[in-house]
């Protein structure tokens, strides 16, 4: 099959069998959708040379999130992360016209990148490198773009890092977490490098201490199964972020679905 940037005429993804799960949701699912050179990929710790290409559709593959019963999706460009540019944004652009609340990231690394991301589609957009040029930086995208704009707070041994997971800081979650709120943000996403593509299940007490300053978290890195979801929506989260598992029959998007919802099992 053919690919192409513009998401179109390659592989489709097809799900499990399993019946939609409609109405109030707890947490919010957001099932991930991470591309390279204009496919659907995966990565493992962030590592390139451990890319896995899955040969799908991005445009497909968000079309069958949607008809399962998403209404949220989460879009990473790996290759705009590598590059320090967006490389995607008219697949980014094709998919937002599904409907679907998308947020979007990766080489987001200028204010200009960013207003393209959001004219291309995105409702929020993922900052991460760019928050630490300078000082007065997060103080200015936090009052130029409000909550269209969300820190990745990126976690490595339990120190943040920055710059494709390769610069370290001094600061734990919590204190970067507790810093950007005091200029002026309000959701965070807090990715688990050590366990992102792992399968490996989430550390539920990392998100939970975090909870503790009431803020507003969607949790990525290893969450595989419905109990991983079940432990995240009992603490409060705003949205888990569910990859790999997906695609590699972990769970159900079904299944995900309804551990989201909080309905008892």
């Given at each position: 099959?053919?690919?192409?940037?513009?998401?179109?005429?390659?592989?489709?993804?097809?799900?499990?069998?399993?019946?939609?799960?409609?109405?109030?949701?707890?947490?919010?699912?957001?099932?991930?959708?991470?591309?390279?050179?204009?496919?659907?990929?995966?990565?493992?710790?962030g590592d390139f040379s451990k890319r896995k290409d899955y040969g799908l559709?991005?445009?497909?593959?968000?079309?069958?999130?949607?008809?399962?019963?998403?209404?949220?999706?989460?879009?990473?460009?790996?290759?705009?992360?590598?590059?320090?540019?967006?490389?995607?944004?008219?697949?980014?652009?094709?998919?937002?016209?599904?409907?679907?609340?998308?947020?979007?990231?990766?080489?987001?690394?200028?204010?200009?990148?960013?207003?393209?991301?959001?004219?291309?589609?995105?409702?929020?957009?993922?900052?991460?490198?760019?928050?630490?040029?300078?000082?007065?930086?997060?103080?200015?995208?936090?009052?130029?773009?409000?909550?269209?704009?969300?820190?990745?707070?990126?976690?490595?041994?339990?120190?943040?890092?920055?710059?494709?997971?390769?610069?370290?800081?001094?600061?734990?979650?919590?204190?970067?977490?507790?810093?950007?709120?005091?200029?002026?943000?309000?959701?965070?996403?807090?990715?688990?490098?050590?366990?992102?593509?792992?399968?490996?299940?989430?550390?539920?007490?990392?998100?939970k201490e975090l909870m503790e300053g009431k803020n507003d978290i969607v949790?990525?890195?290893?969450?595989?199964?419905?109990?991983?979801?079940?432990?995240?929506?009992?603490?409060?989260?705003?949205?888990?972020?569910?990859?790999?598992?997906?695609?590699?029959?972990?769970?159900?998007?079904?299944?995900?679905?309804?551990?989201?919802?909080?309905?008892?099992?």
């Amino acid at each position: 099959m053919q690919s192409g940037r513009d998401g179109s005429q390659r592989g489709t993804f097809t799900f499990r069998p399993g019946a939609k799960h409609k109405g109030a949701v707890a947490v919010i699912l957001f099932p991930a959708i991470d591309l390279f050179g204009g496919d659907v990929v995966r990565l493992t710790k962030g590592d390139f040379s451990k890319r896995k290409d899955y040969g799908l559709s991005p445009l497909e593959t968000a079309k069958n999130f949607l008809d399962a019963g998403c209404t949220h999706i989460h879009i990473v460009d790996l290759e705009g992360a590598k590059e320090g540019r967006p490389c995607h944004l008219e697949v980014l652009e094709q998919i937002a016209s599904l409907g679907m609340f998308v947020q979007y990231g990766g080489g987001l690394r200028s204010e200009d990148s960013i207003r393209d991301a959001l004219s291309a589609g995105a409702d929020r957009v993922m900052i991460g490198s760019l928050l630490f040029k300078d000082d007065d930086m997060p103080c200015h995208i936090a009052s130029e773009f409000g909550p269209a704009a969300m820190p990745a707070i990126d976690v490595k041994a339990g120190k943040v890092v920055h710059s494709g997971w390769l610069s370290e800081t001094d600061m734990s979650p919590k204190e970067a977490i507790a810093w950007l709120s005091n200029t002026g943000f309000s959701i965070f996403l807090v990715t688990d490098t050590d366990r992102d593509g792992m399968m490996s299940g989430t550390d539920t007490e990392q998100y939970k201490e975090l909870m503790e300053g009431k803020n507003d978290i969607v949790a990525a890195g290893g969450i595989t199964t419905v109990n991983d979801i079940i432990s995240l929506n009992s603490l409060g989260l705003t949205g888990a972020i569910v990859g790999k598992s997906l695609y590699e029959g972990g769970i159900t998007i079904s299944d995900a679905l309804y551990a989201a919802s909080g309905k008892k099992q």
